[in-house]
């Protein structure tokens, strides 16, 4: 069946503007989760959606990040005012249930490069 | 505050070694533990997930441990290939099935 889907694959912005990242996650998964891997700091988890729970977003950078998961389906993550330290491949994950251990499933990613 | 250490950082072997990968945390209260796989400019591939109150995982040529109370797991691959040349991660995750990353260890197999 068709895996965890992100658009688009590559963003270039430049600095100050807005950007729009989303996340299709396979169908029937009530966990969506959104990390960020940059070549400093790794992979690190950014915000958490399970089911109709309020989002985990201990790990969102700054207010200038915010994310929302409509229908319990596809997620957004924007980003506001960016910023060069912003530059990093966004990845999305979702799983069917985190509750029991199931597998997190990623997608390719989205490359934002602020200029 | 979760920290997950991979030793090594990078691993050079000739085709056909076995080796083994290990991942070190620093808080044993995990809910599971996931390795990754991670190919240049791709996403990541789950290779295998251990729950907390197992003790090891197979599939295929890789084997994967847990030792929750000392905070330990390592990835076995048996027999190495050119084509398992990648960077792995090991992730532990808390019961909401965030995942704290390591940093990774980078494998190339020489043919």
């Known amino acids: 069946g068709a895996g965890v889907s992100q658009s688009p694959s590559n963003k270039v912005t430049e600095k100050g503007k807005d950007v729009e990242l989303r996340c299709d996650p396979i169908s029937g998964h009530t966990a969506l989760y959104w990390y960020r891997q940059s070549l400093g700091q790794g992979l690190e988890f950014l915000i958490y959606?399970?089911?109709?729970?309020?989002?985990?977003k201990s790990g969102l950078p700054s207010d200038r990040f915010s994310a929302e998961r409509t229908g319990g389906s596809v997620s957004t993550l924007t980003i506001q005012r960016t910023q060069q330290e912003d530059s990093a491949v966004y990845l999305c994950a979702s799983s069917l249930e985190p509750r029991v251990g199931d597998t997190q499933y990623f997608g390719p990613g989205t490359r934002l490069t602020v200029l | 505050k979760q920290e997950v250490t991979q030793i090594p950082a990078a691993l050079s072997v000739p085709e056909g070694e076995n080796l083994v990968l290990n991942c070190s945390f620093t808080?044993?209260?995990?809910?599971?533990l996931q390795w990754f796989r991670q190919d240049p400019g791709k996403g990541l591939t789950s290779l295998l997930l251990i729950q907390s109150s197992q003790r090891e995982q197979t599939s295929g040529r890789l084997n994967a441990s847990l030792d929750k109370s000392s905070g330990r797991s390592t990835l076995y691959i048996a027999a190495s290939q050119p084509g398992d040349s990648a960077t792995y991660l090991c992730?532990?995750?808390?019961?909401?099935?965030?995942?704290?990353f390591g940093q990774g260890t980078t494998l190339q197999v020489k043919p």
């Open positions: 992730a532990p995750s808390s019961n909401t099935g965030k995942l704290i």
């Open positions: 808080d044993s209260a995990i809910y599971n």
């Open positions: 959606f399970q089911g109709n729970s309020a989002p985990d």
